[in-house]
């Protein structure tokens, strides 16, 4: 890693930590990594062993994919339910590069797997973290009007806490708050942004860079367009279905139980959010979203024993040794077998719902922001209008050479060779172009050699 990418990855971080607060989980993780041992030690000889194992520590990859949804889709997402303002929120979609297009009904999204004939290029998964969303007045920036109302609410309907932080019932919240912010909808919008950091203040003046920068925002903007669109008869829950889909692409079980350790560290890091939603999955009960309930009420689970690894004992040795009363976490009512137990499907119906939220939001203004990674400064930003005409000829630009039927649009400057990553192994500064090399189908021929 060089010390430019370091320098930037750590202002994002600043960036992030200035809004939202990041709970620090490692003396949790240490604990509970020698509390969880000590108690699988004692279960050795039992016959159940390897399933204990397997519910504390299985699962990893579904884990993990689990809390970057609670984190940033279902944590930055409320923050921007309240706050006005998220940052590091995960968007993504999937391109047909036959077709050239974003994917955007459901229809197509679940058929491309099944449709006989079908090449591989026909959905291809496009990710990215947003640097920062916003929502403002379009007239009255200064305007908050809507996220009083919001807080007010909360305010009203959510009185139980643990340790100070108000637990949110998420099923009340999506029958309630739609009502309150779609009264707002025409007044305010959200504005997507990109940050760059430059290790003095000077923004780039190549129109690559500025154009490449700009078009970064605009596959942000649709991204979350296409996660937010509300469903319809033709469109049943887009983005939940384009959620499940992104956890089969990295080769994930949507209905894999995360395990113990990710359950305990999540609901750490977010229990004013997922409390209330975690006893509804342990007593088996709805939580609010038809597709998840529908699917849980015809499911016969395996056990999700939480009180075969975590007792009373345990937690007291947590809160001897963290800061925490975790006695009011890890309530009765969790400490139990869970009728249903906690899977990416249940994550991303969740962050679903809060996507959906803002379907209305989704505005036309992007912005590229410069900052000095080593001063923080914001010294320079470009605004920019979305333009759909725009973004499908770059889709279809990228399409066409991701998939092979086109060549790179090579360099007439050689002097920007000098610091490109690529320039010792590049054709255009050693060898010059050979137009028997046909680089685009290669790259595709590459990327499809599985």
Partial sequence: MTKAVELGLGHHTDLEHQLHVDIDTTTLSQVWERIINSRLELLKEDVNYSKYVDLAYGNVGEGAFAASLSNQAIGRMFSLLTTSQAREVLVHGYLNLKEQHFINTTSELLSVETRPGMAEESKVLVSGIVDHFQIANRQDPRDLTMFQEVNDYMEYEFTEDVNGVRLVDLTQLFEDIPEIIHEHAQNYSIRTSDVKTRSFNRAPHQPSILNAA???????????????????????????????????????????????????????????????????????????????????????????????????????????????????????????????????????????QFYTLFADFVGDQTRVEYHNGKTGVLFHSNNYQYDSNEMNLQISLASKFWNGDRQPNYTTDISKCKNCTFSTKCLIPNEGLDDSKIVGRKVHEFLHSK
């Fill in 214 to 352: 700009k078009y970064q925002t605009f596959y942000y903007k649709r991204m979350l367009e296409l996660l937010a669109q509300p469903t319809s008869e033709e469109n049943v829950c887009f983005g939940y279905h384009s959620l499940l889909e992104n956890a089969k692409t990295r080769g994930l079980d949507i209905d894999k139980p995360i395990s113990l350790t990710f359950l305990v560290l999540i609901l750490r890091k977010h229990h004013n959010l997922l409390y209330h939603d975690f006893t509804k999955l342990a007593q088996g009960q709805p939580i609010g979203f038809e597709l998840f309930d529908e699917y849980a009420t015809n499911t016969e689970f395996e056990d999700y024993d939480v009180q075969s690894l975590i007792r009373s004992q345990e937690i007291d040795q947590m809160c001897n040794e963290d800061d925490f009363d975790y006695h009011k976490l890890l309530t009765p009512e969790l400490l139990t077998s869970w009728k249903v137990p906690p899977t990416i499907r249940y994550f991303a119906a969740r962050s679903y």
